[in-house]
């Protein structure tokens, strides 16, 4: 007996609270001959309305007023970005900090081995 898994189409990378467009999507939205209007009327599932709207860079709160968004993808990508910018701001913090400690370890090599800092090599 097989059960059937839901499968969830994924959520596109967030940056600066918008979603990461793809330049194909939108090429072809643009060019193709079709736009938003006759897309509405079709008959697609909601998932892929919903990931549609991600793949030509709607905006993280636009995105989430759309009738075919669900709570449970609007909280997830609210999560992503917040955890984003989050992830970032650690990352950041790391790269201050191990630029901190090069800059010491630098001048007590300096001061130990009695060198110049020219004679150091990258």
């Known amino acids: 007996m097989s059960e059937e898994i839901e ?3 994924p959520i596109q990378p967030i ?14 939205l643009d060019k193709g001959g079709i736009d938003m209007n ?8 909601n998932d ?14 636009g995105w989430s007023t759309l009738s075919y968004v669900s709570d449970e993808e609007y909280n997830t990508a609210t999560t992503i970005s917040y ?9 950041q913090a790391l790269r201050d900090t191990l630029d901190e400690l090069r800059t ?15 004679d150091l090599t990258s």
């Open 7 to 9: 499968k969830k189409l």
């Open 15 to 28: 940056v600066d609270n918008r979603f990461v467009e793809n330049k194909i999507v939108s090429y072809l």
């Open 38 to 45: 006759k897309l509405a009327i079709m008959d697609f599932p």
């Open 48 to 61: 892929d309305r919903s990931q549609f709207a991600q793949l030509i860079g709607y905006s993280v709160s």
């Open 83 to 91: 955890e984003n910018a989050e992830l970032e701001a650690r990352n």
């Open 104 to 118: 010491s370890i630098k001048s007590a090599a300096l001061t130990l081995f009695k060198i110049h800092e020219d």
